[in-house]
């Protein structure tokens, strides 16, 4: 069965501008034809025919580091594995609504994910497409509240990394460093060596995956950048010359502006602390700037966790890059082409061209002059399937 998408301005991902008057037909799971509406017409004359009314029609929106399931603690009990779950449907609907079709998960602290990913897929609860990494490799002195699987050196890293392969682990995610509040934001500590980075990569690759980690410092990023790391999650310091690197070797940044503007607790947060917080944020945006000018591969992560409006943090997320210099036509493609990206899937996600996953939203207002017309999601096709329809029902009509 074929449905022909038309009735507003097309932005396909790969063309900077509004298409006006073209239409995306689409036939099962993938897009077959993206172009004017009268020869898609022409095309599929018997298509179901969805007029969007005005609305502008873009690919299904990626967040590439949301937790689905937030809950984390130092233990694994039945109550967390129960609770965390429950929860997870809730915000995987809630994501899926606000036009996030797909999610790149970056860890959890047991296997729930997997299962949430599969009942989605599966069709008994709705929710994005879910790429999970699962537990997170690193080293005995990150917290233990979060979602850690503890490696003593390179040759536990590869058993780790082998592991979470079997479990069901769609891609690898490390926890290289952390910038301790106790040092009041001002000393990064390292949780795991060059040599179990580098294992780590190795082993990951060789099982034909993809591996990031949780970065900050300098540090960090360039041991994880030097051994030939696919992505870096945050990235709170980057000089030119890493910058550069990741350039040339097409290491993708997913920055997480937003969680760095509220990553403290403003009650236990003194002044000074508070200060030092600002100076260390304004480092990560210098960072972020330097990446967008050397032209680094960016993608959109938010590191929302559970309770909060998905569709707002993203769009947050996205105002922040805008505001540091991304254009909103560069900012649109980062959370649908480079979420894409991030993921090895970008010759088949993230972008209205045939052949590409049906995944389609329409919004109110134009996104490329102001981005915040994405908190007014009112169709979600995801995998050529309506599963959020806010247009009048006189707008569809099958032949
Ligand atoms: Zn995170």
């Given at each position: 069965?074929?449905t022909?998408?038309?009735?507003?301005?097309?932005?396909?991902?790969?063309?900077?501008?509004?298409?006006?008057?073209?239409?995306?037909?689409?036939?099962?799971k993938?897009?077959?034809?993206?172009?004017?509406?009268?020869?898609?017409?022409?095309?599929?004359?018997?298509?179901?025919?969805?007029?969007?009314?005005?609305?502008?029609i873009?690919?299904?929106?990626?967040?590439?580091?949301?937790?689905?399931?937030?809950?984390?603690?130092?233990?694994?009990?039945?109550?967390?594995?129960a609770?965390?779950?429950?929860?997870?449907?809730?915000?995987?609907?809630?994501?899926?609504?606000?036009?996030?079709?797909?999610?790149?998960d970056?860890?959890?602290?047991?296997?729930a994910i997997?299962?949430?990913?599969?009942?989605?897929?599966?069709?008994?609860?709705?929710?994005?497409?879910i790429y999970?990494?699962?537990?997170?490799?690193?080293?005995?002195?990150?917290?233990?509240?979060?979602r850690?699987?503890?490696?003593?050196?390179?040759?536990?890293?590869?058993?780790?990394?082998?592991?979470?392969?079997?479990?069901?682990?769609?891609?690898?995610?490390?926890v290289?460093?952390?910038?301790?509040?106790?040092?009041?934001?001002?000393?990064?500590?390292?949780?795991?060596t060059?040599?179990?980075?580098?294992?780590?990569?190795?082993?990951?690759?060789?099982?034909?995956?993809?591996?990031?980690?949780?970065t900050?410092?300098?540090?960090a990023?360039?041991?994880?950048?030097?051994?030939?790391a696919?992505?870096?999650?945050h990235?709170?310091?980057?000089?030119?010359?890493?910058?550069?690197?990741?350039?040339?070797l097409?290491?993708?940044?997913?920055?997480?502006?937003?969680?760095?503007?509220h990553?403290?607790d403003?009650?236990t947060?003194?002044?000074?602390?508070?200060?030092?917080y600002?100076?260390?944020?304004a480092?990560?945006?210098?960072?972020?700037?330097?990446?967008?000018?050397?032209?680094?591969?960016?993608?959109?992560?938010?590191?929302?966790?559970?309770?909060?409006?998905p569709?707002?943090?993203?769009?947050?997320?996205?105002?922040?890059?805008h505001?540091?210099?991304?254009?909103?036509?560069?900012?649109?493609r980062?959370?649908?082409?480079?979420g894409?990206?991030?993921l090895?899937?970008a010759?088949?996600?993230?972008?209205?061209?045939?052949?590409?996953?049906?995944?389609?939203?329409?919004?109110?207002g134009?996104?490329?002059?102001?981005?915040?017309?994405?908190?007014?999601?009112?169709?979600?096709?995801?995998?050529?399937?309506?599963?959020v329809?806010?247009?009048?029902?006189?707008h569809?009509?099958?032949?």
């Amino acid at each position: 069965m074929e449905t022909l998408i038309y009735g507003g301005p097309v932005f396909t991902a790969e063309i900077d501008n509004l298409q006006l008057g073209w239409a995306v037909l689409i036939a099962d799971k993938r897009i077959t034809a993206v172009g004017p509406l009268d020869e898609l017409t022409a095309r599929a004359p018997q298509a179901t025919r969805l007029d969007v009314g005005q609305r502008t029609i873009l690919p299904g929106l990626i967040d590439a580091h949301r937790h689905l399931i937030g809950p984390s603690a130092a233990e694994i009990t039945p109550e967390l594995i129960a609770s965390g779950a429950i929860l997870g449907v809730r915000v995987a609907q809630d994501t899926l609504t606000a036009g996030i079709t797909t999610v790149r998960d970056p860890g959890c602290k047991h296997d729930a994910i997997f299962e949430l990913r599969r009942a989605i897929h599966a069709g008994l609860v709705p929710g994005p497409a879910i790429y999970a990494a699962g537990r997170n490799p690193t080293g005995q002195a990150a917290p233990r509240r979060w979602r850690n699987h503890y490696v003593r050196g390179p040759w536990e890293m590869r058993q780790a990394v082998r592991e979470l392969a079997r479990d069901g682990a769609d891609w690898i995610k490390l926890v290289a460093s952390h910038t301790t509040p106790a040092s009041g934001w001002k000393f990064c500590q390292r949780y795991l060596t060059d040599e179990e980075i580098q294992a780590a990569v190795d082993e990951t690759h060789a099982l034909g995956m993809r591996i990031s980690a949780h970065t900050e410092g300098l540090e960090a990023a360039r041991s994880l950048v030097n051994a030939g790391a696919d992505a870096i999650e945050h990235g709170t310091v980057l000089d030119d010359d890493l910058v550069r690197r990741m350039a040339d070797l097409g290491t993708f940044l997913v920055p997480t502006l937003w969680l760095y503007t509220h990553d403290y607790d403003p009650a236990t947060t003194t002044l000074d602390q508070l200060q030092a917080y600002r100076a260390f944020e304004a480092e990560h945006s210098r960072g972020f700037q330097r990446a967008l000018q050397a032209g680094v591969p960016i993608a959109v992560g938010t590191d929302a966790i559970t309770d909060l409006p998905p569709a707002d943090c993203l769009v947050i997320e996205l105002e922040l890059m805008h505001a540091l210099g991304m254009n909103t036509s560069a900012a649109l493609r980062a959370t649908t082409v480079g979420g894409a990206g991030v993921l090895g899937l970008a010759d088949r996600l993230g972008r209205l061209a045939p052949g590409y996953q049906a995944d389609v939203i329409a919004v109110k207002g134009d996104p490329l002059k102001d981005l915040r017309a994405l908190t007014q999601v009112d169709l979600v096709i995801q995998r050529g399937r309506v599963c959020v329809s806010k247009l009048a029902s006189t707008h569809t009509t099958g032949s």
